[in-house]
Nanobody, 119 residues
């Protein structure tokens, strides 16, 4: 069973920065993709940023240029550097790992971590 454990959330003022980290219990290269999602109260869970096994990245339009996703193969983490934070970034952030398999795809989630941006 794969475990994902997020850390680094908290309260920050608008314009500030936070760095989220997700510890993965398996080598990060064993997954087709690693990603961060977020869910604000009363809203659906949306993709924030994704990095593929080949190193390609994509971002939600709302965070493009402010957030950077990266992975650390030595520590088996996937990180999200968040700069110039806005109150609209307030949400619970979830780490996600996706693995394509012959019989069935596998998708794993962390427990989520709160990020609150005050105006």
């Amino acid at each position: 069973q794969v475990q994902l454990v997020e850390s680094g959330g908290g309260l920050v003022q608008a314009g500030g920065s936070l760095r989220l980290s997700c510890a993965v219990s398996r080598t990060v290269f064993s997954f087709n993709s690693l990603a961060w999602y977020r869910q604000a109260p009363g809203k659906q869970r949306d993709l924030v940023a994704k990095i593929t096994s080949g190193g390609n990245t994509n971002y939600a339009d709302s965070v493009q240029g402010r957030f950077t996703i990266s992975r650390d193969s030595r520590n088996n983490t996937v990180d999200l550097q968040m700069n110039n934070l806005e109150p609209e970034d307030t949400a619970v952030y979830f780490c996600n790992a996706f693995q394509r398999a012959t019989m069935a795809d596998h998708e794993y989630w962390g427990q989520g971590i709160q990020v609150t941006v005050s105006s």
